[in-house]
């Protein structure tokens, strides 16, 4: 499986579930109706050209663990103890709350931070993923220019960034999701009264295109992304992308800009598991975890958690979150891409308050200062009464794929409301059931399929489909039998 972008709710404002996964060879946008991927092949890095002296490389950062549980880690993301303590101020007083579209930038407080003055400004964010809409009229002035010509690099007129998909100087987002741009907003969409507002709305989006259009990338692109952001002056990167595999070369890229200085933000991932994807879970030695909660603070049924090997892992919106995509528009998408670029806004925050700070230092800061999230509820029969309120809906599909085929890379299967397109598996409350169990379940059924080698789908137009409602019942049932496991 590859590396996807992590996001939940995408295409419309009911959206697409988009959720990351890796693989062995690549890195991608996956979503929970058709962008995956199927090779499991393994990959060598063609990075030769960009490997370090290792003495360079930072050693291993540890940080607090008073606070840290296996679900939600430190909690929330709070600029106001944040970016106080970064100034070497006392926590930042409350100010009234903007509400609407702008509750995830109440929720992480960042207008605290920007009443005491820190809006980012000086700060240059590396935005990894399917490019940015530079001309967007919320992010057009807040877009990084490069002041060199670094031709002789192989970069020939990098003006706003690299595109290392096609090799060239092309950072715009032209994919029809308009992932990056959507990260761009929430991270510096301009104050300008209307539209969205980043949560450091002075700080510079430098785009690197490391996905293509369908959310496609490899491994050799992203590390490749990490060390010209690094070397071009960004100061924080966000990698709203993960997957299930390790990769020592992209490893290395993030111990190379903790190294360096920059404090590098990547997504837990939306499988819903125990632990965080790939590169996330590198955040136990260098930069930081980011799992995502709903307007309530309740993690996301969604959202991979911490684990039980402490992570620098802290939770920020990612449920229906509004900002920019391509063309002059806006929707609302979910996810934990969506989530980790509100903690990259933060750090921005934090350095543009003490623009010294290391990563280990800015760590150290967010995980002391996290406020503590609710933790999800995550065991069977309860999500298994999720599967019961909706066989009492008008519609409803179910399909379970195979780990072999294009559509498994999710990892899921969902029940889908059928005004979605037929190749998608959104579903309005966001309730995902593991493929693993779900074969399990279909193994151990004489009345249903068994071979795992085929996809295979069960829909209705109404429910009154006896056959799909009966098979519905009875997995609810396995499953509040199987207490052990979670869905």
Not at 136 to 161: C, E, M
Not at 201 to 213: E, G, Q, R, S
Not at 419 to 445: K, P
Request: proline share 3%.
């Amino acid at each position: 499986m590859p590396i996807n972008y992590t996001s939940n709710n995408l295409l419309s404002n009911n959206g697409l579930n988009i959720t990351p996964i890796f693989s062995n060879s690549y890195l991608g946008c996956s979503t929970n109706h058709s962008l995956d991927f199927s090779n499991y092949s393994s990959y060598s890095s063609g990075i030769s050209d960009f490997e370090t002296d290792t003495n360079q490389l930072v050693t291993t950062t540890p940080i607090s663990s008073g606070t840290y549980n296996s679900v939600s880690g430190y909690g929330l993301i709070n600029a106001a103890s944040a970016v106080a303590q970064a100034a070497g101020q006392s926590t930042f007083s409350d100010v009234p709350n903007l509400g609407g579209n702008n509750w995830g930038l109440d929720q992480v407080k960042a207008p605290e931070a920007w009443a005491k003055g820190y809006t980012g400004k000086g700060v240059v964010v590396a935005v990894l993923d399917t490019g940015v809409d530079y001309n967007h009229v919320d992010l057009k002035d807040n877009i990084w220019t490069n002041p060199n010509n670094d031709a002789a690099q192989g970069y020939a007129n990098d003006i706003h960034g690299w595109n290392f998909v096609d090799n060239n100087n092309n950072v715009l987002d032209t994919s029809q999701i308009g992932h990056g741009t959507h990260v761009a907003g929430i991270i510096a969409g301009e104050n300008n009264n209307f539209g969205v507002t980043g949560v450091a709305y002075d700080a510079k989006i430098m785009p690197v295109k490391v996905l293509d259009n369908s959310g496609t990338g490899s491994y050799s692109s992203i590390t490749k992304g990490i060390y010209y952001a690094v070397d071009h002056g960004a100061n924080v990167i966000n990698l709203s992308l993960g997957g299930a595999y390790p990769n020592s070369s992209l490893e290395s890229a993030i111990k190379y800009a903790s190294s360096k200085g920059v404090v590098v933000v990547m997504a837990a991932g939306n499988d819903g598991d125990n632990t965080p994807d790939y590169p996330a879970t590198y955040a136990k030695n260098w930069g930081l975890t980011v799992g995502a909660v709903d307007q309530n603070k309740n993690l996301a049924d969604f959202s991979n958690r911490s684990g039980s090997d402490s992570l620098a892992y802290v939770t920020a919106p990612g449920v229906n979150v509004y900002s920019t995509i391509p063309g002059n528009k806006y929707t609302t998408y979910s996810g934990t891409s969506m989530a980790t670029p509100y903690v990259t806004g933060v750090v921005a925050l934090m350095l543009s308050a003490n623009h010294n700070l290391t990563d280990a230092q800015v760590r150290q800061i967010v995980t002391q200062t996290g406020e503590k999230s609710k933790q999800a509820s995550t065991s069977s029969v309860q999500s298994s009464s999720t599967i019961n309120s909706m066989m009492s809906s008008t519609s409803f599909s179910a399909k379970p794929v195979a780990e072999n085929s294009r559509e498994s890379s999710s990892e899921y299967i969902s029940f889908a409301d059928d005004s979605m397109t037929a190749s998608s598996t959104i579903v309005s409350n966001n309730m995902f059931m593991n493929l693993h169990l779900w074969s399990e379940f279909l193994s151990n059924s004489q009345d249903t399929l068994s071979d795992n080698s085929m996809s295979y789908s069960i829909s209705s137009d109404d429910n009154t489909d006896t056959a799909n409602i009966t098979l519905l019942e009875e997995y609810r049932e396995w499953l509040s039998k199987t207490s052990s496991k979670t869905i």
